[in-house]
């Protein structure tokens, strides 16, 4: 008798069993090592805190600023939880419009990685500024003075990028949230009942309320989807349309949204390896889900491999001198580690990926999750750093000295990052319910002995 193969993109569990899974995420008691983690969370975002403080009353002159690196680890940071914030969006927006089925166990996590990665983001360029307190002077509104921000700066830009980008990540999160708070709330009781109701926005689950509700979200989709390529793009012209060796090229725009893709991705890795365990979904979240982030990884990844093979190539063949000295100081100057650190750790251990033994062994693809998480940091530090410290001026040349100040906020920002995360993956349900039970054959009729069905 021949047996008929399970499709893994479909889901093992009866709808009940969804609706008990997922909530017994919210409802268990919460463990000693939850409170660990959150508290060790609490903790790193306490010294960002203290750290800025200091920042605010010292000045910037406790972090790493000196010429002629005046972009130093603050602006790095940015850039790299800005490309965090990308996968999101990609999975949660543009797989859904290509109704691909492997997204609907990952992609609630995904939307809340993103929305928490953008609102890290955001701290970086207020702490750049220096003047702190003045930092609504970037946000272009009618004033007594009638003074205007400079559109011209590459800052302007990225208080729009960052704007837009949370707005419409955070909209999209909460709408695809409704129902499942819905269920959450015909669950519980007490004070808890009260606040689920508030969110569930009086969700009852009528038909004319799934009517509006999945046009609004097809359409929130499609007006998501411009931003992965959008917002990426702009954060790379911060660069591009300057004429320091090493950043004046082409290339930035997509060379930025694969990158931003590619670190996304090794995030969620990192998140949802461990946390499919904590939170025993292990059955929902299967390897037939990571099977396909870690072709996603792979095909971004081999992407950055070109791009990081073009810049090279395009340096040499154009014939400029500051172009040249630039990348080849980028491979053998004084910060060679940071260079191959970001080859080694971005070009070479994605294509391991190849391998599907190795895409579903998990153990392996959460070390190359952290390895892509360390290496597009080093990304932006060789990006920013490397052209900064070596422009058209031999004399002016210098190396960048992070500080401890500088130190202190990175780490912090994980805390706060982390805090957020912690926070919702505990309060919410980090699986759609509703998406995982449209995703349920629906029974069918047994064929009576009498002829059968017809």
Same mark, same amino acid.
């Given at each position: 008798?021949?047996?008929?193969?399970?499709?893994?993109?479909?889901?093992?569990?009866?709808?009940?069993?969804?609706?008990?899974?997922?909530?017994?995420?919210?409802?268990?008691?919460?463990?000693?090592?939850?409170?660990?983690?959150?508290?060790?969370?609490?903790?790193?975002?306490?010294?960002?805190?203290?750290?800025?403080?200091?920042?605010?009353?010292?000045?910037?002159?406790?972090?790493?600023?000196?010429?002629?690196?005046?972009?130093?680890?603050?602006?790095?940071?940015?850039?790299?939880?800005?490309?965090?914030?990308?996968?999101?969006?990609?999975?949660?927006?543009?797989?859904?419009?290509?109704?691909?089925?492997?997204?609907?166990?990952?992609?609630?996590?995904?939307?809340?990685?993103?929305?928490?990665? @953008?609102?890290?983001?955001?701290?970086?360029?207020?702490?750049?500024?220096?003047?702190?307190?003045?930092?609504?002077?970037?946000?272009?509104?009618?004033?007594?003075?009638?003074?205007?921000?400079?559109?011209?700066?590459?800052?302007?830009?990225?208080?729009?990028?960052?704007?837009?980008?949370?707005?419409?990540?955070? !909209?999209?999160?909460?709408?695809?949230?409704?129902?499942?708070?819905?269920?959450?709330?015909?669950? @519980?009781?007490?004070?808890?009942?009260?606040?689920?109701?508030?969110?569930?926005?009086?969700? !009852?689950?009528?038909?004319?309320?799934?009517?509006?509700?999945?046009?609004?979200?097809?359409?929130?989709?499609?007006?998501?989807?411009?931003?992965?390529?959008?917002?990426?793009?702009?954060?790379?012209?911060?660069?591009?349309?300057?004429?320091?060796?090493?950043?004046?090229?082409?290339?930035?725009?997509?060379?930025?949204?694969?990158?931003?893709?590619?670190?996304?991705?090794?995030?969620?890795?990192?998140?949802?390896?461990?946390?499919?365990?904590?939170?025993?979904?292990?059955?929902?979240?299967?390897?037939?889900?990571?099977?396909?982030?870690?072709?996603?990884?792979?095909?971004?990844?081999?992407?950055?491999?070109?791009?990081?093979?073009?810049?090279?190539?395009?340096?040499?063949?154009?014939?400029?001198?500051?172009?040249?000295? !630039?990348?080849?100081?980028?491979?053998?100057?004084?910060?060679?580690?940071?260079?191959?650190?970001?080859?080694?750790?971005?070009?070479?251990?994605?294509?391991?990926?190849?391998?599907?033994?190795?895409?579903?062994?998990?153990?392996?693809?959460?070390?190359?999750?952290?390895?892509?998480?360390?290496?597009?940091?080093?990304?932006?530090?060789?990006?920013?750093?490397?052209?900064?410290?070596?422009?058209?001026?031999?004399?002016?040349?210098?190396?960048?000295?992070?500080?401890?100040?500088?130190?202190?906020?990175?780490?912090?920002?994980?805390?706060?990052?982390?805090?957020?995360?912690?926070?919702?993956?505990?309060?919410?349900?980090?699986?759609?319910?509703?998406?995982?039970?449209?995703?349920?054959?629906?029974?069918?009729?047994?064929?009576?002995?009498?002829?059968?069905?017809?």
């Amino acid at each position: 008798m021949a047996v008929i193969a399970h499709d893994p993109s479909l889901p093992t569990q009866t709808h009940g069993e969804v609706t008990r899974d997922v909530l017994a995420t919210i409802t268990s008691k919460p463990t000693k090592g939850y409170y660990i983690l959150l508290g060790t969370m609490a903790f790193l975002t306490a010294v960002l805190l203290g750290t800025v403080t200091l920042l605010l009353k010292e000045g910037l002159g406790l972090a790493g600023y000196a010429p002629p690196i005046m972009w130093s680890v603050y602006i790095t940071t940015f850039v790299f939880w800005v490309g965090i914030g990308h996968a999101g969006t990609l999975i949660s927006a543009i797989l859904f419009l290509f109704r691909s089925p492997w997204r609907t166990a990952v992609y609630r996590a995904t939307e809340a990685m993103t929305v928490f990665a @953008v609102m890290t983001a955001a701290l970086f360029p207020i702490i750049h500024i220096g003047r702190q307190w003045i930092f609504y002077w970037l946000i272009p509104y009618p004033n007594a003075r009638y003074l205007w921000p400079n559109f011209k700066s590459p800052l302007l830009w990225d208080v729009f990028a960052i704007s837009t980008y949370l707005t419409v990540s955070s !909209t999209f999160l909460m709408v695809g949230l409704v129902p499942d708070i819905a269920a959450v709330r015909d669950h @519980v009781s007490g004070w808890r009942k009260k606040l689920y109701g508030a969110l569930a926005l009086g969700w !009852t689950g009528a038909d004319s309320q799934w009517r509006h509700y999945s046009r609004a979200y097809l359409y929130l989709a499609a007006l998501a989807t411009p931003l992965v390529l959008s917002v990426h793009s702009v954060v790379s012209w911060d660069f591009a349309v300057s004429i320091v060796p090493g950043w004046h090229g082409t290339i930035f725009a997509p060379y930025f949204v694969a990158g931003a893709i590619y670190s996304g991705i090794g995030m969620v890795l990192t998140l949802m390896i461990p946390l499919r365990k904590v939170l025993k979904v292990e059955h929902m979240i299967t390897d037939y889900h990571f099977d396909n982030l870690s072709k996603l990884t792979l095909f971004t990844g081999t992407i950055l491999f070109y791009a990081y093979a073009m810049e090279y190539f395009v340096a040499w063949y154009s014939g400029s001198t500051f172009e040249q000295v !630039t990348f080849w100081r980028r491979a053998f100057g004084p910060a060679w580690w940071a260079g191959w650190t970001m080859i080694i750790c971005n070009a070479f251990v994605s294509q391991l990926l190849w391998f599907k033994k190795i895409r579903t062994n998990l153990t392996s693809l959460f070390i190359i999750s952290i390895f892509i998480n360390l290496g597009m940091w080093f990304e932006r530090y060789v990006i920013v750093t490397s052209s900064l410290s070596n422009d058209y001026v031999p004399y002016a040349w210098g190396q960048m000295n992070p500080t401890w100040a500088d130190w202190l906020v990175l780490l912090g920002s994980f805390g706060w990052f982390g805090l957020w995360f912690t926070l919702f993956y505990k309060n919410f349900p980090i699986v759609a319910i509703q998406e995982i039970k449209e995703m349920i054959p629906m029974p069918r009729r047994k064929a009576s002995s009498h002829g059968g069905a017809h």
